[in-house]
């Protein structure tokens, strides 16, 4: 196990994984990898807009004063994926949130134009 690294290059064989070089210039060599990302939310962009935790993760639902789950700090703004605060951090669990914020602006856009 390796943290705090950044790989630089994949090598391998007819679709097989065997080593990695690292951007420290550190060759790695292994047949599997497990990459975990969404540990830093860069949201810092995002100033005061939306409420965000004390490691910059969007706040929403209750904790956020919101109505829906997904809805943030303003009414009519949503957070899915990594990013949202509270959230698991896998990837199955980004891609179901984010289908529901689309039904979520679907709602809202038919309330606004009705």
Not at 75 to 104: F, L, M, N
Request: aromatic residues 6%; charged residues 20%; proline residues 1%.
């Amino acid at each position: 196990m390796r943290d705090r690294s950044e790989i630089a290059e994949l090598h391998g064989e007819n679709g097989e994984l065997n080593g990695v070089t690292l951007t420290d210039g550190a060759s790695v060599g292994l047949g599997s990898l497990f990459c975990f990302l969404g540990a830093d939310p860069h949201t810092e962009w995002l100033g005061d807009t939306v409420a965000r935790d004390d490691h910059g993760f969007i706040l929403t639902g209750d904790a956020a004063g919101a109505a829906g789950l997904l809805e943030t700090s303003v009414s009519g703004i949503y957070t899915a994926g990594d990013v949202r605060a509270r959230s698991t951090k896998r990837c199955a669990t980004a891609a179901g949130e984010g289908a529901a914020v689309v039904g979520y602006v679907h709602e809202r856009l038919a309330a606004v134009t009705a």
